[in-house]
């Protein structure tokens, strides 16, 4: 596939046509040993487990078809191998990276299916751009063209379950972007694998499903396909948002809820930004995870037919900041924490992944 800017085609495509609860007491210790898992369970936050520690900014986390999770390192731009029980293993290093302030290796995915084909997430020379690969084989730009900046990357990367791609991006420090439909800055994007618009978007021959958004970096589903999206908020609200295609979620007109009456789709849950900065978020069941980095907690919320309430925090101060949490094919929840991304205070063994089996 050429490696076109896709903000290019975009651009031509478009013109031709809430409150905090208590945090519960410390969890115990994580242990080593790896705890049997139920795939229908309720992941057990109270039997932590570490994984893996020492590891360099971790951000995105994925699982190769036999279980095996994928881990990037941000700053020196490798995937790491991730099984319990044993060493991390270097699995790729993407050429190209450059990391500086939150830009660099970020989100991963693996597509479904046992093809094992890999995708990442990350800053390059002059954008941010997504590749696919397989184990030793070539790297493949499928999108590039997404501004960079030293914040407001987005970066997250998943697979739906329509099997298309979805991308979380950030405004790239241009809030302008965020409601320039002809930008992918500032969006949800829905790709097909080859990183092409995905057949059934709001406007046809473009990767945009959603709009006006500051920087995303969770993605997840409910049981009923509904998806979600955790935002990052300015100085007041961050947000987590149900997302509908072709809904304009605000960003810059409007931080958090009260923008309804001009158009504009308000979150399902808020918090202040010292509480939370969500990056990652996962669903298991009827539960939905929230990694929070300044608020360096995990927030847990009930979903109902596409709301959100009862949110409760957890592991406050315990970890220090979350970047990522995810749900493994056993269903066990594998959380990340990223205190050597220069805003954390580290300590021995960090960064951790740890693992909440799934009784």
């Known amino acids: ?65 036999g279980g095996a999770a994928l881990v990037a390192e941000r700053d020196s731009g490798r995937i790491l191998r991730v099984e319990p029980g044993r060493t991390p293993e270097l699995f790729a290093e993407i050429p ?38 397989r ?8 999108f590039d063209g997404i501004a960079k900046a030293g914040n407001h990357n987005g970066g997250r990367l998943a697979f ?21 439909p002809s930008s992918p800055n500032g969006k949800i994007l829905r790709l097909t694998p080859d990183g092409d618009p995905a057949p059934g978007n709001p406007t046809p021959n473009s990767p945009v499903l959603s709009l006006g958004h500051r920087n995303v970096q ?29 809904n304009n979620y605000g960003w810059p007109t ?40 300044r608020g360096e907690r995990l927030w847990t919320a009930t979903l109902s037919d596409g709301t959100a309430t009862d949110p409760r925090s957890t592991f406050g101060d315990t970890y220090g900041r979350l970047r990522t949490v995810t749900v493994a094919p056993d269903g066990a929840l594998w959380l990340t924490t990223s205190n050597t991304d220069g805003r954390g205070d580290p300590h021995p063994g960090d ?6 089996p799934a009784r």
């Open 135 to 142: 184990p030793g084989g070539p790297f493949e730009v499928v």
């Open 218 to 246: 969770g993605l997840a589903w409910d049981r009923a396909g509904r998806l979600y999206a955790a935002e990052f908020g300015q100085n007041r609200l961050d947000e987590i948002n149900l997302i509908e295609p072709g």
């Open 254 to 293: 409007v931080e958090g809820p009260g923008g309804t009456d001009r158009g504009f789709t308000d979150p399902l849950l808020t918090w202040s930004t010292a509480e939370a900065s969500p990056s990652g978020i996962a669903i298991a069941g009827d539960t939905l995870y929230v990694a929070a980095l």
């Open 160 to 180: 739906g379950p329509d099997g298309m791609l979805y991308v979380g991006t950030g405004d790239a420090g241009d809030r302008a972007l965020s409601q320039d």
């Open 351 to 356: 960064d951790r992944i740890l693992r909440f």
């Open 96 to 133: 190209g990276v450059v990391a500086r302030g939150e830009g660099g290796l970020l989100g991963l995915a693996v597509a479904p299916g046992e093809s094992g084909v890999v995708y990442a997430y990350f800053t390059a020379d002059n954008d941010n751009r997504i590749v696919r690969f």
């Open 1 to 65: 596939m050429p490696v076109l800017s896709r903000a290019a085609v975009l651009a031509v495509a478009l013109l031709a046509g809430s409150a905090c609860a208590a945090e519960a007491p410390p969890p115990p210790a994580p242990v080593s040993a790896t705890a049997p898992s139920s795939a229908g369970g309720v992941p057990d936050l109270g039997a932590p487990e570490e994984i893996a520690h020492d590891i360099d900014v971790p951000w995105g986390l994925a699982f190769l078809p």
